[in-house]
């Protein structure tokens, strides 16, 4: 079967780092995707890993692993508007999207 | 009209009432998207079209249906409302099918 896993909530601290973790088990893979989610708001594309490693994007950073079938977010210097829903998704042999739940953060000042 | 929007924005429906929900871009996208979120689960796809003329089934596309008759629109269509299709439905494009997809704004279903 699919299965994606995320964190359902995190909380963090204004300013601080937060790493956000996703693991996946799926039918092929053809690549991994970030989307950020405010309540009451669409998805918006953040980030896209394909290749293992580090991509690195302002303040936003996406790792991925194939191996392992991990993947994590990396948010630098917390903002209030971070507050939000972060989303993994696997495009996959299908190159359908399967989605993980998504992991809620929260930012406290 | 920049992006892709939907119509309605929310909508209550009574059970067995048949609704449209419309999507529309102007980006000259091939690939279009119908999902539905819920609370506590993931995205879920509905229908697709990798291009016009072309759609096909998703995950949970019981109960709906959709045409794609040119580039900009892709309708969804409940021909017969249920409660439990109450949701949140998203509609998104794409350039292609491995493409980022982008998403419209949501429209909030609720059947009574």
């Known amino acids: 079967g699919q299965n994606i896993d995320q964190p359902t909530e995190m909380t963090a601290t204004e300013g601080a780092i937060v790493q956000i973790n996703c693991t996946y088990q799926?039918?092929?893979?053809?690549?991994l995707f970030w989307y950020q989610q405010h309540a009451g708001e669409a998805p918006t594309f953040l980030s896209y890993n394909v290749l293992d490693g580090l991509e690195e994007k302002g303040r936003f950073s996406s790792f991925l692993s194939r191996s392992k079938g991990y993947s994590y977010l990396l948010l630098k210097e917390l903002q209030m508007k971070d507050s939000a829903s972060y989303l993994c998704a696997i495009l996959d042999s299908n190159y359908q999207l399967i989605w993980g739940a998504g992991t809620k953060l929260i930012i406290k000042p | 009209i920049a992006g892709i929007t939907q119509a309605p924005t929310s909508q209550i429906l009574a059970a067995g009432r048949r609704m449209t929900l419309r999507c529309t871009q102007d980006?000259?996208?091939?690939?279009m998207y119908w999902y539905r979120q819920d609370l506590g689960l993931g995205l879920r796809l509905i229908h697709y079209s990798n291009t016009a003329g072309t759609t096909g089934k998703g995950e949970v596309p019981d109960g709906y249906s959709v045409s794609r008759a040119n580039t900009d629109d892709f309708p969804l269509t409940l021909a017969s409302a249920v409660p439990s299709q109450t949701s949140v439905y998203f509609c998104?494009?794409?350039?292609?099918?491995?493409?980022?997809?982008?998403f419209g704004p949501g429209t909030r279903l609720t059947v009574l």
């Open positions: 998104a494009s794409a350039s292609g099918s491995t493409d980022t997809q982008y």
């Open positions: 799926t039918s092929g893979f053809n690549g």
């Open positions: 980006m000259r996208h091939n690939a």
